[in-house]
């Protein structure tokens, strides 16, 4: 299931979830490094680079671990939906794949 991006940089992301029942693995990936990196930000991590974008999260309310970092991820309420925050998932690894707190691989 592709996920939707919002906010300032959201045309640099590609995003996608596979769920089954109530769980989901999300995986999300930053497009154009070139344009996100600068003399302040030589890599495209954190807050400061990201700005003011989101990523959808799948709507079964699940606090998710960062496979590949090993990092606690929560979702955030925005209007009404569930969204990750483009600067917390990025702050240590330029790649995102996400799994349920619950499960193990």
Known sequence: ????????????????????????????????????MSDRHPDPLGPPVWADTWVEAPQVGQDYINVLTGEPVVTAQREGNLYFSAGTLFSNFPVVLLKPKLISL
Do not use: M, Y
């Not at 592709?2 to 497009?31: M, Y």
């Open 1 to 36: 299931v592709p996920l939707n991006a919002e906010g300032a940089k959201s045309d640099h992301l590609c995003a996608f979830a596979r769920t089954w029942r109530d769980q989901a693995i999300v995986s999300v990936a930053p497009r154009w490094f070139s344009r996100l």
